[in-house]
């Protein structure tokens, strides 16, 4: 049963729009999510991140909203780049602190 | 160096053979975790340690694995008699106390 789920396996976007990566989890127990960006043979690379207490959070051109009642999160990069091609995973820290739990992730590609 | 390293970045194996792979974690990251990723696969969670306490193991998939952090540094991730399932990429990732993780470049195995 996966507990945090990326539905969209890839998403193409022209270079300068709006890209909108979306994540869903079931266990309400999570209370910290992380973003992570992943280039072909290179481990994750840490994005951005957000605590259960707020519903908002912006660094640069990333932003992560949290809607707690929904149990869903996104990751909002805009103006997107072709840099930004990579495969971004969502993850949820269990309350313990110490357990990542990955969703599958979404290959996103900019189109020049 | 100022990241998290590990080696081999590949490793061919032939069935039934032992192999060992090597983690070194950011330097002061109390936290150490292992993961895989098989292909077309997220990122499943292996094993954590944290400090002096007891790792917790529970993600490890069977008693053919086992991984161990000698002087709360560096860790070995240790895969006896290897089957072809067991091909994946194997990462390794650290993190200061309540911190995001931070990953390593992730070591191929490729079991024949």
């Known amino acids: 049963d996966q507990q945090v789920k990326q539905n969209s396996p890839s998403l193409s976007v022209q270079e300068g729009r709006i890209s909108i990566l979306n994540c869903d989890y079931t266990n309400s127990m999570f209370d910290y999510f992380l973003w992570y960006k992943k280039y072909p043979a290179e481990g994750p690379t840490f994005l951005i991140s957000i605590s259960s207490i707020k519903d908002k959070n912006e660094d640069g051109r990333f932003t992560v909203f949290l809607n707690k009642s929904a149990k869903h999160l996104s990751l909002h990069i805009v103006p997107s780049q072709p840099g930004d091609s990579a495969v971004y995973f969502c993850?949820?820290?269990?309350?313990?602190?110490?357990?990542?739990?990955f969703g599958g992730g979404t290959r996103l590609m900019v189109k020049p | 160096g100022a990241g998290v390293s590990q080696s081999p970045s590949n490793k061919v194996t032939e069935k039934g053979k032992d192999v060992e792979l090597r983690c070194d974690p950011i330097s002061g990251h109390t936290a150490l975790y292992w993961y895989r990723q098989s292909l077309g696969q997220g990122l499943e969670f292996l094993i954590y340690f944290q400090g002096n306490s007891a790792p917790d193991k529970s993600g490890l998939p069977s008693d053919r694995f086992s991984a161990e952090r000698t002087g709360g540094s560096v860790s070995t991730l240790t895969i006896q008699r290897t089957q072809q399932e067991d091909s994946a990429v194997y990462l390794c990732?650290?993190?200061?106390?309540?911190?995001?993780?931070?990953f390593g470049p992730g070591t191929r195995l490729t079991v024949l």
């Open positions: 990732a650290s993190s200061s106390l309540g911190g995001a993780q931070f």
């Open positions: 993850a949820a820290l269990n309350n313990a602190g110490n357990m990542l739990t």
